[in-house]
Protein backbone atom coordinates (compact mmCIF):
# COMPACT_ATOMS: atom_id res chain seq x y z
CA UNK A 1 0.00 0.00 0.00
CA UNK A 2 2.11 2.90 -1.10
CA UNK A 3 -0.06 5.32 -1.69
CA UNK A 4 -2.90 6.11 0.65
CA UNK A 5 -5.33 8.31 1.78
CA UNK A 6 -7.63 8.91 4.91
CA UNK A 7 -11.06 9.67 4.49
CA UNK A 8 -14.07 10.39 6.50
CA UNK A 9 -17.04 9.29 4.82
CA UNK A 10 -16.56 7.10 0.90
CA UNK A 11 -19.00 7.09 -1.48
CA UNK A 12 -18.38 4.68 -4.27
CA UNK A 13 -21.16 5.25 -7.01
CA UNK A 14 -22.51 8.19 -8.94
CA UNK A 15 -25.92 7.72 -9.47
CA UNK A 16 -28.86 9.51 -7.76
CA UNK A 17 -28.19 7.32 -4.66
CA UNK A 18 -24.41 8.33 -4.05
CA UNK A 19 -25.15 11.87 -5.44
CA UNK A 20 -27.66 12.79 -2.68
CA UNK A 21 -25.72 11.05 -0.41
CA UNK A 22 -23.16 13.30 -0.88
CA UNK A 23 -25.27 15.92 -0.99
CA UNK A 24 -26.38 15.18 2.81
CA UNK A 25 -22.56 14.05 3.90
CA UNK A 26 -21.26 17.32 2.79
CA UNK A 27 -23.94 19.60 4.77
CA UNK A 28 -23.21 17.13 7.81
CA UNK A 29 -19.77 18.15 7.68
CA UNK A 30 -18.15 14.87 6.79
CA UNK A 31 -15.89 15.39 3.95
CA UNK A 32 -17.37 12.82 1.78
CA UNK A 33 -15.14 12.03 -1.57
CA UNK A 34 -17.23 10.43 -4.18
CA UNK A 35 -15.58 7.97 -6.91
CA UNK A 36 -17.96 7.64 -9.63
CA UNK A 37 -17.43 4.35 -11.52
CA UNK A 38 -17.55 3.41 -14.70
CA UNK A 39 -20.28 4.87 -15.92
CA UNK A 40 -20.68 8.87 -13.95
CA UNK A 41 -24.21 9.52 -13.42
CA UNK A 42 -25.28 5.71 -13.36
CA UNK A 43 -28.09 4.56 -15.65
CA UNK A 44 -30.31 7.90 -15.93
CA UNK A 45 -27.40 8.84 -18.51
CA UNK A 46 -28.83 6.41 -20.97
CA UNK A 47 -32.14 7.33 -20.78
CA UNK A 48 -33.68 10.24 -22.22
CA UNK A 49 -36.42 12.35 -20.85
CA UNK A 50 -37.33 11.72 -17.62
CA UNK A 51 -40.76 13.51 -16.47
CA UNK A 52 -41.48 11.40 -13.46
CA UNK A 53 -39.06 13.20 -10.97
CA UNK A 54 -40.73 15.35 -8.62
CA UNK A 55 -39.16 19.04 -9.14
CA UNK A 56 -38.98 19.20 -12.91
CA UNK A 57 -42.40 20.18 -13.71
CA UNK A 58 -41.01 20.00 -17.34
CA UNK A 59 -38.98 17.24 -17.34
CA UNK A 60 -35.78 17.22 -17.86
CA UNK A 61 -33.38 14.78 -20.04
CA UNK A 62 -31.45 11.85 -17.34
CA UNK A 63 -27.69 12.71 -18.42
CA UNK A 64 -28.58 16.68 -17.86
CA UNK A 65 -29.96 15.72 -14.39
CA UNK A 66 -27.55 14.08 -13.13
CA UNK A 67 -24.93 16.94 -13.97
CA UNK A 68 -27.21 18.77 -11.75
CA UNK A 69 -26.88 16.49 -9.25
CA UNK A 70 -23.18 16.23 -9.15
CA UNK A 71 -23.07 20.09 -9.46
CA UNK A 72 -25.53 20.30 -6.22
CA UNK A 73 -23.32 17.63 -4.44
CA UNK A 74 -20.02 19.62 -5.05
CA UNK A 75 -21.90 23.37 -4.45
CA UNK A 76 -22.01 21.89 -0.85
CA UNK A 77 -18.39 20.57 -0.38
CA UNK A 78 -18.51 16.75 -2.00
CA UNK A 79 -15.36 15.92 -3.62
CA UNK A 80 -16.38 14.06 -6.74
CA UNK A 81 -13.71 12.43 -8.37
CA UNK A 82 -13.08 10.19 -11.66
CA UNK A 83 -12.23 6.84 -10.83
CA UNK A 84 -13.23 2.93 -9.60
CA UNK A 85 -13.33 0.97 -6.71
CA UNK A 86 -11.30 -1.87 -7.40
CA UNK A 87 -10.96 -4.15 -4.33
CA UNK A 88 -11.86 -3.25 -1.27
CA UNK A 89 -11.13 -4.95 2.46
CA UNK A 90 -13.91 -4.45 5.18
CA UNK A 91 -11.97 -6.54 7.43
CA UNK A 92 -11.28 -4.07 10.30
CA UNK A 93 -11.67 -0.03 10.30
CA UNK A 94 -10.58 1.97 8.92
CA UNK A 95 -12.08 0.44 5.60
CA UNK A 96 -9.43 0.10 2.88
CA UNK A 97 -10.49 0.34 -0.88
CA UNK A 98 -8.65 0.31 -3.82
CA UNK A 99 -8.84 3.07 -6.58
CA UNK A 100 -7.92 2.10 -10.03
CA UNK A 101 -5.45 -0.69 -9.04
CA UNK A 102 -3.74 2.12 -8.13
CA UNK A 103 -3.70 3.68 -5.11
CA UNK A 104 -5.95 3.13 -1.37
CA UNK A 105 -8.44 5.00 0.36
CA UNK A 106 -8.80 3.91 3.88
CA UNK A 107 -12.43 5.39 5.14
CA UNK A 108 -13.95 5.22 8.44
CA UNK A 109 -17.43 5.17 6.34
CA UNK A 110 -18.36 3.70 3.12
CA UNK A 111 -21.21 4.28 1.57
CA UNK A 112 -22.18 1.82 -1.45
CA UNK A 113 -24.10 3.05 -4.57
CA UNK A 114 -22.69 1.15 -7.31
CA UNK A 115 -26.43 0.38 -8.53
CA UNK A 116 -27.23 -1.87 -11.14
CA UNK A 117 -26.90 -2.62 -15.06
CA UNK A 118 -29.36 -3.73 -17.27
CA UNK A 119 -29.11 -7.17 -19.27
CA UNK A 120 -29.53 -6.74 -23.31
CA UNK A 121 -29.65 -9.50 -25.61
CA UNK A 122 -26.43 -8.13 -26.88
CA UNK A 123 -27.60 -7.31 -30.83
CA UNK A 124 -26.09 -4.90 -32.68
CA UNK A 125 -29.32 -2.75 -33.29
CA UNK A 126 -30.19 -3.08 -29.89
CA UNK A 127 -27.30 -0.92 -28.96
CA UNK A 128 -27.36 1.47 -32.24
CA UNK A 129 -30.93 2.32 -31.51
CA UNK A 130 -30.31 2.63 -28.08
CA UNK A 131 -32.55 5.86 -26.63
CA UNK A 132 -33.95 5.76 -30.37
CA UNK A 133 -37.11 3.72 -29.11
CA UNK A 134 -34.81 1.03 -27.40
CA UNK A 135 -35.09 1.14 -23.77
CA UNK A 136 -34.53 -0.92 -21.10
CA UNK A 137 -36.94 0.94 -18.47
CA UNK A 138 -40.77 0.78 -19.25
CA UNK A 139 -41.60 3.41 -16.75
CA UNK A 140 -39.06 5.68 -18.09
CA UNK A 141 -39.69 5.84 -21.40
CA UNK A 142 -43.44 3.86 -22.17
CA UNK A 143 -44.91 7.09 -22.45
CA UNK A 144 -43.35 8.69 -24.98
CA UNK A 145 -45.04 5.69 -27.29
CA UNK A 146 -48.55 6.29 -26.19
CA UNK A 147 -51.18 4.95 -28.68
CA UNK A 148 -48.41 3.53 -30.76
CA UNK A 149 -47.21 -0.57 -30.75
CA UNK A 150 -44.44 -1.40 -29.02
CA UNK A 151 -42.58 -4.46 -28.01
CA UNK A 152 -41.23 -6.20 -24.91
CA UNK A 153 -39.04 -9.45 -24.35
CA UNK A 154 -38.27 -10.96 -21.42
CA UNK A 155 -40.83 -13.83 -19.03
CA UNK A 156 -39.92 -13.13 -15.94
CA UNK A 157 -41.88 -10.46 -13.06
CA UNK A 158 -40.67 -7.09 -14.48
CA UNK A 159 -41.22 -8.06 -17.87
CA UNK A 160 -44.81 -8.66 -16.83
CA UNK A 161 -45.15 -5.65 -14.51
CA UNK A 162 -44.04 -2.97 -17.30
CA UNK A 163 -45.89 -5.26 -20.16
CA UNK A 164 -48.69 -4.14 -17.94
CA UNK A 165 -47.57 -0.52 -17.59
CA UNK A 166 -47.02 -0.45 -21.37
CA UNK A 167 -50.43 -1.78 -22.22
CA UNK A 168 -52.57 1.07 -20.35
CA UNK A 169 -50.26 3.67 -22.66
CA UNK A 170 -49.55 1.91 -25.82
CA UNK A 171 -52.12 0.59 -28.48
CA UNK A 172 -50.87 -3.04 -28.56
CA UNK A 173 -47.79 -4.46 -26.57
CA UNK A 174 -45.68 -7.58 -28.55
CA UNK A 175 -44.04 -9.48 -26.13
CA UNK A 176 -41.82 -12.05 -26.84
CA UNK A 177 -40.95 -14.85 -24.64
CA UNK A 178 -37.84 -17.18 -25.59
CA UNK A 179 -39.45 -20.51 -24.50
CA UNK A 180 -43.07 -22.27 -24.12
CA UNK A 181 -43.49 -20.90 -20.35
CA UNK A 182 -42.91 -17.70 -18.09
CA UNK A 183 -40.72 -17.46 -14.88
CA UNK A 184 -42.86 -14.77 -13.82
CA UNK A 185 -45.07 -15.57 -10.78
CA UNK A 186 -48.44 -17.12 -11.84
CA UNK A 187 -50.49 -14.11 -10.60
CA UNK A 188 -48.77 -11.89 -12.51
CA UNK A 189 -48.44 -14.19 -15.46
CA UNK A 190 -52.68 -14.16 -15.41
CA UNK A 191 -52.29 -10.88 -15.64
CA UNK A 192 -50.63 -10.47 -18.60
CA UNK A 193 -52.64 -13.46 -20.83
CA UNK A 194 -55.81 -11.59 -19.76
CA UNK A 195 -54.85 -7.77 -20.77
CA UNK A 196 -56.32 -7.52 -24.15
CA UNK A 197 -53.74 -5.48 -26.27
CA UNK A 198 -51.02 -7.86 -24.71
CA UNK A 199 -50.23 -10.69 -27.20
CA UNK A 200 -47.64 -12.79 -26.26
CA UNK A 201 -45.74 -14.92 -28.73
CA UNK A 202 -44.00 -18.38 -27.04
CA UNK A 203 -40.83 -19.76 -28.05
CA UNK A 204 -40.21 -16.55 -29.64
CA UNK A 205 -36.14 -15.26 -30.42
CA UNK A 206 -35.56 -11.39 -31.14
CA UNK A 207 -33.20 -11.60 -34.22
CA UNK A 208 -32.98 -7.78 -34.99
CA UNK A 209 -34.47 -4.58 -34.24
CA UNK A 210 -35.22 -2.64 -37.46
CA UNK A 211 -35.32 1.51 -38.12
CA UNK A 212 -32.69 3.67 -39.44
CA UNK A 213 -32.54 6.45 -36.94
CA UNK A 214 -35.40 5.01 -34.59
CA UNK A 215 -36.86 1.93 -34.47
CA UNK A 216 -39.48 0.68 -36.84
CA UNK A 217 -39.85 -2.99 -36.59
CA UNK A 218 -38.35 -6.33 -34.85
CA UNK A 219 -37.84 -9.63 -36.50
CA UNK A 220 -38.63 -12.33 -34.38
CA UNK A 221 -37.97 -16.08 -34.64
CA UNK A 222 -40.50 -18.84 -33.61
CA UNK A 223 -37.85 -21.52 -32.49
CA UNK A 224 -41.18 -24.45 -32.58
CA UNK A 225 -41.90 -23.39 -36.11
CA UNK A 226 -38.69 -22.05 -37.30
CA UNK A 227 -40.42 -19.32 -39.20
CA UNK A 228 -39.26 -15.68 -39.07
CA UNK A 229 -41.71 -12.72 -38.91
CA UNK A 230 -41.43 -8.57 -38.88
CA UNK A 231 -43.55 -6.74 -36.55
CA UNK A 232 -44.21 -3.20 -36.89
CA UNK A 233 -43.57 -1.26 -33.92
CA UNK A 234 -42.25 1.78 -32.43
CA UNK A 235 -40.29 1.34 -29.18
CA UNK A 236 -38.80 -2.53 -28.19
CA UNK A 237 -38.09 -2.57 -24.42
CA UNK A 238 -35.90 -5.09 -22.84
CA UNK A 239 -36.67 -6.66 -19.36
CA UNK A 240 -34.71 -9.99 -19.18
CA UNK A 241 -33.24 -8.74 -15.93
CA UNK A 242 -30.42 -6.93 -13.71
CA UNK A 243 -27.43 -7.12 -12.58
CA UNK A 244 -26.41 -5.75 -9.16
CA UNK A 245 -23.01 -4.19 -9.42
CA UNK A 246 -21.88 -6.07 -6.01
CA UNK A 247 -19.10 -8.36 -7.33
CA UNK A 248 -16.38 -6.33 -5.67
CA UNK A 249 -17.99 -6.94 -2.11
CA UNK A 250 -18.70 -10.54 -2.31
CA UNK A 251 -17.44 -12.50 0.46
CA UNK A 252 -17.60 -8.78 2.88
CA UNK A 253 -21.03 -7.75 2.27
CA UNK A 254 -24.64 -9.81 2.42
CA UNK A 255 -26.06 -10.33 -0.08
CA UNK A 256 -28.89 -12.34 -1.92
CA UNK A 257 -28.76 -15.27 -4.67
CA UNK A 258 -28.60 -12.69 -7.25
CA UNK A 259 -26.86 -10.48 -5.69
CA UNK A 260 -28.53 -7.32 -4.48
CA UNK A 261 -26.91 -6.02 -1.11
CA UNK A 262 -29.12 -7.22 1.91
CA UNK A 263 -29.33 -4.29 4.16
CA UNK A 264 -31.46 -3.88 7.40
CA UNK A 265 -35.01 -3.41 6.60
CA UNK A 266 -36.17 0.60 6.83
CA UNK A 267 -31.88 1.50 6.88
CA UNK A 268 -29.05 1.30 4.96
CA UNK A 269 -26.55 -0.53 7.35
CA UNK A 270 -25.57 -3.59 6.03
CA UNK A 271 -23.75 -6.74 7.84
CA UNK A 272 -20.43 -4.85 8.57
CA UNK A 273 -21.24 -1.53 10.91
CA UNK A 274 -20.08 1.65 9.27
CA UNK A 275 -20.35 0.11 5.66
CA UNK A 276 -23.83 1.05 4.51
CA UNK A 277 -25.72 0.18 0.72
CA UNK A 278 -28.28 2.38 -1.36
CA UNK A 279 -29.97 2.76 -4.57
CA UNK A 280 -30.56 -0.19 -6.84
CA UNK A 281 -27.58 -2.33 -5.65
CA UNK A 282 -30.06 -2.96 -2.76
CA UNK A 283 -33.03 -2.66 -3.93
CA UNK A 284 -34.20 -4.76 -6.98
CA UNK A 285 -37.98 -3.90 -6.63
CA UNK A 286 -38.77 0.05 -6.96
CA UNK A 287 -35.53 1.03 -8.85
CA UNK A 288 -36.72 4.41 -9.82
CA UNK A 289 -34.32 7.76 -9.68
CA UNK A 290 -36.48 8.85 -6.97
CA UNK A 291 -35.97 6.04 -4.55
CA UNK A 292 -32.82 6.13 -5.61
CA UNK A 293 -32.24 9.16 -4.13
CA UNK A 294 -34.54 8.91 -1.07
CA UNK A 295 -32.14 5.79 0.18
CA UNK A 296 -28.70 7.75 -0.98
CA UNK A 297 -29.92 10.12 1.76
CA UNK A 298 -30.87 7.49 4.01
CA UNK A 299 -27.56 6.18 3.43
CA UNK A 300 -25.63 9.49 4.29
CA UNK A 301 -28.01 10.23 8.13
CA UNK A 302 -26.99 6.48 9.03
CA UNK A 303 -23.34 6.79 8.17
CA UNK A 304 -23.82 10.10 9.63
CA UNK A 305 -25.11 8.43 13.15
CA UNK A 306 -22.00 5.98 12.69
CA UNK A 307 -19.79 8.33 13.04
CA UNK A 308 -21.31 10.00 16.03
CA UNK A 309 -20.36 7.12 17.59
CA UNK A 310 -16.71 6.87 16.77
CA UNK A 311 -16.24 10.17 18.25
P1 LIG B 1 -35.72 -12.55 -13.89
O1 LIG B 1 -34.30 -13.00 -13.84
O2 LIG B 1 -36.70 -13.12 -12.93
O3 LIG B 1 -36.29 -12.85 -15.34
C1 LIG B 1 -35.58 -12.56 -16.49
C2 LIG B 1 -36.39 -13.06 -17.67
O4 LIG B 1 -35.72 -12.66 -18.85
C3 LIG B 1 -36.54 -14.57 -17.70
O5 LIG B 1 -37.85 -14.92 -18.03
C4 LIG B 1 -35.58 -15.00 -18.81
O6 LIG B 1 -36.03 -16.07 -19.58
C5 LIG B 1 -35.59 -13.79 -19.71
N1 LIG B 1 -34.35 -13.69 -20.44
C6 LIG B 1 -33.08 -13.66 -19.95
N2 LIG B 1 -32.19 -13.55 -20.94
C7 LIG B 1 -32.91 -13.53 -22.10
C8 LIG B 1 -32.57 -13.44 -23.46
N3 LIG B 1 -31.30 -13.33 -23.86
N4 LIG B 1 -33.57 -13.45 -24.38
C9 LIG B 1 -34.85 -13.53 -23.98
N5 LIG B 1 -35.26 -13.62 -22.70
C10 LIG B 1 -34.29 -13.62 -21.78
O7 LIG B 1 -35.64 -10.93 -13.82
P2 LIG B 1 -36.74 -9.87 -13.39
O8 LIG B 1 -36.10 -8.54 -13.59
O9 LIG B 1 -38.01 -10.12 -14.06
O10 LIG B 1 -36.93 -10.10 -11.83
C11 LIG B 1 -35.83 -10.04 -10.93
C12 LIG B 1 -36.33 -10.38 -9.52
O11 LIG B 1 -37.16 -9.32 -9.04
C13 LIG B 1 -37.18 -11.64 -9.49
O12 LIG B 1 -36.93 -12.30 -8.28
C14 LIG B 1 -38.58 -11.11 -9.49
O13 LIG B 1 -39.52 -11.99 -8.92
C15 LIG B 1 -38.44 -9.82 -8.68
N6 LIG B 1 -39.48 -8.84 -9.06
C16 LIG B 1 -40.63 -8.83 -8.34
C17 LIG B 1 -41.63 -7.97 -8.66
C18 LIG B 1 -42.87 -7.97 -7.87
O14 LIG B 1 -43.01 -8.84 -7.03
N7 LIG B 1 -43.78 -7.05 -8.09
C19 LIG B 1 -41.51 -7.00 -9.77
C20 LIG B 1 -40.27 -7.13 -10.47
C21 LIG B 1 -39.30 -8.02 -10.12
P3 LIG B 1 -36.02 -17.59 -19.05
O15 LIG B 1 -37.20 -17.67 -18.12
O16 LIG B 1 -36.18 -18.37 -20.29
O17 LIG B 1 -34.71 -17.80 -18.36
Not at 1 to 14: A, F, N, P, Q, R
Not at 69 to 88: H, N, P, S, Y
Not at 198 to 206: E, L, Q
Request: proline residues 4%; negative net charge; aromatic residues 8%.
Amino acid sequence: MSDTEKVHCLIIGSGPAGYTAAIYAARANMHPVLYQGLQPGGQLTITTEVENYPGYPNGIMGPQMMVEFEQQAQRMGADIRWGLATKVDFGQRPFKVEIDEEKWIEADSVIIATGASAKWLGLESENRLNGHGVSACAVCDGFFFKNQEVAIVGAGDTACEEAMYLAKLCSNVHMFIRRGEMRASKVMQERVIKTPNIKVYWNTDTLEIMGDRSVDSVKIFNNKTNEESIIPIKAFFVAIGHHPNSDLFKGWLDMDDQGYLITQPGTSKTNIPGVFACGDVQDKNYRQAVTAAGSGCMAALDAERYLGTLE
